[in-house]
Nanobody, 124 residues
């Protein structure tokens, strides 16, 4: 089995930055495509960003383009989400996702594993 653990969330003011981390543990013998999703209160979970298995391609949603960057760490299945110029509408629980077979994780159906989520709250 594979476990994903997110960290780095917190309460910040508008315009601040945060970096979320996600580390995979367990049966991680292969590289996964990885992604980030978020879910605000009363809303559906939405795509934030994804990175390919070897990290050569990334994609982020239009709502965070120019502010958020996704990257892979040195460990095989470590991924980061650098969030700059945070806005109150970025307030949500952020989830890390990983997929064994997909090239990217752009939809929830492409993910095989999910983390428990980390809360990001941006005050105005």
């Amino acid at each position: 089995q594979v476990q994903l653990e997110e960290s780095g969330g917190g309460l910040v003011q508008t315009g601040a930055s945060l970096r979320l981390s996600c580390a995979a543990s367990g049966r991680t013998g292969i590289r996964f495509a990885m992604g980030w999703f978020r879910q605000a209160p009363g809303k559906e979970r939405e795509f934030v960003g994804t990175i390919s298995k070897i990290g050569d391609t990334t994609s982020v949603s239009d709502s965070v383009k120019g502010r958020f960057t996704i990257s892979r760490g040195n460990a095989k299945n470590m991924v980061y989400l650098q969030m700059n110029n945070l806005q109150p509408e970025d307030t949500a629980v952020y989830f890390c996702a990983a997929g064994r077979f997909s090239l990217y994780i752009r939809s929830q159906s492409e993910a095989d594993y999910w983390g428990q989520g980390t809360q990001v709250t941006v005050s105005s």
